[in-house]
Nanobody, 123 residues
């Protein structure tokens, strides 16, 4: 059974850091982080294609967030630095085998999702 489990969320003050971890039950070529704030659509934050390797970032997080993956390709991390109040959201891990097309920052490109971990940044 496909399973993604996120951890590492929490509450921090603006300027602080958090590291999110997503552990998968299988290996995937494409893994990404998405977030959804109340009343807003889910948006892509960062994605990684292990076959490149290639990484993709939303403009709003470039230079502040870093996505990485362990050698087994079953765990993906999101290091978040210089956090801002607008980063507050539920963060979701997503994965896909990407056998035909490399997945980027669109939620529709991913078939497997975790339950999410809350990140709250106070000003």
């Amino acid at each position: 059974q496909e399973q993604l489990v996120e951890s590492g969320g929490g509450s921090v003050e603006a300027g602080g850091s958090l590291r999110l971890t997503c552990r998968a039950s299988f290996t995937y070529n494409c893994m990404g982080w998405f977030r959804q704030a109340p009343g807003k659509e889910r948006e892509g934050v960062a994605a990684l294609y292990a076959g490149g390797p290639s990484t993709f970032y939303a403009d709003s997080v470039k230079g502040r967030f870093t996505i990485s993956q362990d050698n087994a390709k079953s765990t993906v991390y999101l290091q978040m630095n210089s956090l801002k109040p607008e980063d507050t959201a539920m963060y979701y891990c997503a994965a896909d085998s990407c056998l035909l097309v490399v997945a980027g920052l669109s939620p529709e490109e991913y078939n497997y999702w975790g339950q999410g971990t809350q990140v709250t940044v106070s000003s």
